[in-house]
T-cell receptor, first 114, second 117 residues
Framework: GENVEQHPSTLSVQEGDSAVIKCTYS??????FPWYKQELGKRPQLIID?????GEKKDQRIAVTLNKTAKHFSLHITETQPEDSAVYFC?????????????FGTGTRLTIIP | GAGVSQTPSNKVTEKGKYVELRCDPI?????LYWYRQSLGQGPEFLIY????????DSGLPNDRFFAVRPEGSVSTLKIQRTERGDSAVYLC???????????????FGAGSRLTVL
């Protein structure tokens, strides 16, 4: 089955600086890679996702890059703000029918220092 | 409904008791997932339904755990003879299926926090 590794487990960044979180996956059949943000005591919420037919996707201050050959993908947050503080999870899945479950990484606790 | 609804939000039970956790997915979402999240960990897959049938139950830890979705909408996760190690937040999610852009995009409920004393 799929195995997703995520680094770092904790990350502290000065407000206004950039944050980068990296994930690797093992199953070459995986073709969908979402990122979820989870605030304390809240549900995971999708912030951005990428499918394997593109190498990069951007949404305002958030971007995700995908390297299918190396089987890794990264989340980039620019101009960080205090409200970016949360735990971020990467995940991977295949869109083959019947095999669509997400496998999550272990999370990165991001702290933005004012 | 507008979002994924889970009840109860909190459940405290004693070791050995039986519990049921309910999930009401987004209307029209044919795929439904149960995950378990322990403190400080990522969500861990338990079971996935396509319509009424369990397409993948490989994440259920043992035969004390069972889930149903009899009409292809609401799902119930059932845990028998609860143990302290079952304490966690049980998250339900739903998604569309098929080749569209919504496929695999999971929307999570707020979770049911289970505490086994």
């Amino acid at each position: 089955g799929e195995n997703v590794e995520q680094h770092p487990s904790t990350l502290s960044v000065q407000e206004g600086d950039s944050a980068v979180i990296k994930c690797t996956y093992s199953d070459s059949a995986s073709n969908y890679f979402p990122w979820y943000k989870q605030e304390l005591g809240k549900r995971p919420q999708l912030i951005i996702d990428i499918r394997s037919n593109v190498g990069e996707k951007k949404d305002q201050r958030i971007a995700v890059t995908l390297n299918k050959t190396a089987k890794h993908f990264s989340l980039h947050i620019t101009e960080t703000q205090p409200e970016d503080s949360a735990v971020y999870f990467c995940a991977a899945s295949s869109t083959n029918f019947g095999n669509e479950k997400l496998t999550f990484g272990t999370g990165t606790r991001l702290t933005i220092i004012p | 409904g507008a979002g994924v609804s889970q009840t109860p939000s909190n459940k405290v039970t004693e070791k050995g008791k039986y519990v049921e956790l309910r999930c009401d997915p987004i209307s029209g979402h044919t795929a439904l997932y149960w995950y378990r999240q322990s403190l400080g960990q990522g969500p861990e897959f338990l079971i996935y339904f396509q319509g009424t049938g369990a397409a993948d139950d490989s994440g259920l830890p043992n035969d004390r755990f069972f889930a149903v979705r009899p009409e292809g909408s609401v799902s119930t996760l059932k845990i028998q003879r609860t143990e302290r190690g079952d304490s966690a937040v049980y998250l339900c999610a739903s998604s569309e299926t098929g080749a569209g852009s919504g496929a695999n995009v999971l929307t999570f409920g707020a979770g049911s926090r289970l505490t086994v004393l």
